[in-house]
């Protein structure tokens, strides 16, 4: 059946709010230019393979010098929303200490033009552009970097508080443990498997940090965080298809929920002892857990799951491979 946009939108509810996103390392381009400093993907997108036919962000969409056109077409397209994230190394390029005047002015311009044109602005302020300096210290590996992303979070609201709607501190921890430390595919490129834990709980509490600092400078918008989200659907019948599934939900989805919105991790994990390879205070999970005024998730798809090929002994069941689609 065809429809016209035209129709298409008279079907949009009043209410509903229209929205558009993108990350400050996808779009912004300008890497060297007016004091920002290296991020850990500048270094992992430079390797041979790493990004498909070897595209570089040196440039991309071209937004840091781009920014009105880009502001005036989401105004002609009558959008309502947009989320966009702060680049943290260009705003405070070694992670901490100093900030970046010509950084800050950016987004400065940035939230003003997008107030003049009626649109709403919805802050990220972890992207998973970690400062190549804090990703050298162990990046999410150290606990030290979720009390950085705590003072960044300080310093966006001191900066821009009064014209942001919303803030989302951390987008897709699960897509930067797993794909950065746990499988190697994302920066900063290490295949740690189980050993790449400790980087959920590290997010998790930057995630609280920062929440204690935008309400300790009292932003009037709303705070929450963002995940990826994804329903995992057996293969087959195999009851090993469907233990497998549930293990890959624990994993991808509750491993980061629970925390937030129940104050514990899930029971298989605290009951297997997954993270008693490193010691964190209990008011860690208050920290964690306080109440948000939102909670985002990001569907793409769901996940077909089935068990791999076992071959020989098995001494460490956990290791064994699923096959993922």
Known sequence: MHISAKDLAALIPADFTLGVATAAFQIEGALTEDGRGPAGWDVFSAKEGAIVDGHSPAVACDHYHRMPYDVALMKQLGVDSYRFSL???????????????????????????????????????????????????????????????????????????????????????????????????????????????????????????????????GVPGEIGMTNVYSPMVPNSINPLDWMSAGLMD????????????????????????????????????????QPLDFYGLNYYMPTKVAVGPVTGRCRRPWRRPWAVT
């Open 87 to 217: 680049s943290w190394p260009r705003i405070q390029p070694n992670g901490s200490g100093p900030v970046n005047p010509a950084g800050l002015a950016f987004y400065d311009r940035l939230l003003d033009e997008l107030l003049a044109n009626g649109i709403s602005p919805m802050v990220t302020l972890y992207h998973w552009d970690t400062p190549l300096a804090l990703d050298d210290a162990g990046g999410w590996l150290n606990r030290d970097t979720a009390h950085r992303l705590g003072e960044f979070a300080a310093i966006a609201a001191a900066a821009y508080g009064d014209r942001v709607a919303r803030w989302v501190t951390i987008n897709e921890p699960a897509t930067v443990s797993t794909n950065g430390y746990t499988m190697g595919l994302h920066s900063p490129g290490e295949a740690l498997m189980l050993n790449a834990l400790p980087t959920v709980h590290h997010q998790l509490l930057g995630h609280g940090l920062a929440m204690q600092a935008l309400r300790a400078a």
């Open 250 to 289: 624990i994993a991808q989805n509750r491993l980061y929920a629970d925390p937030v919105l129940t104050g514990q991790y899930p029971d298989i994990i605290r009951a297997a002892k997954f993270f008693g390879s490193f010691d964190h205070p209990d008011e860690d999970m208050e920290i964690i857990s």
